[in-house]
């Protein structure tokens, strides 16, 4: 029995120190697995606060490209108004130059009438002068000089012959 006993206590210390050995293996396996993963949560880890740091640089980024967007559509909508309002005074002085315009036509157009009317009383007059000026040469009872233009006007002229002198 004792003999018996010495060897199952020899093969449980076998057993136990083959299996104390493998215990000892997987923990070194499994230490150097735990140091790897150490090393990759700490590169994980730097890496997150990167990406962490790079998501607020894009965050405050993003930030600065919306308001200068905002601020872009402002001036946009500002530079429309401006542009609407100038629009409106140009067209409001289109309008009254236009109306400046058709006044001055029509101005016009009456002064020409006036001038057509004036030409033609003037070639009446120049007719008139010109038959008195024969009748008086016909006549040779006065020396009267008729000119033609006179510088004081014709219907002074007119009143001139009409008087005789």
Known sequence: YE????SS???AEAWY?????????????HGDSLRNTKIEIQ???RNVQRLRAEIENVKKQNQQLQAAIAEAEERGEMAIKDA???LE????ALNKDKEELA???KEYQELLNTKIALDVEIAMYRKLLEGEENRLCNDSM???????????GASEVVKLVLLGN
Do not use: D
């Open 3 to 6: 003999q018996i006993a010495q």
């Open 9 to 11: 206590r020899a093969e």
């Open 17 to 29: 120190q083959s299996r104390y050995e493998e215990l000892q293996n997987t923990a070194g396996k």
């Open 43 to 45: 590169e994980l880890s």
């Open 84 to 86: 609407r309002r100038k």
């Open 89 to 92: 005074e140009l067209e409001c």
């Open 103 to 105: 006044r001055l036509l």
């Open 142 to 152: 006065s020396n009267v000089n008729v000119c033609k233009y006179p510088p004081w």
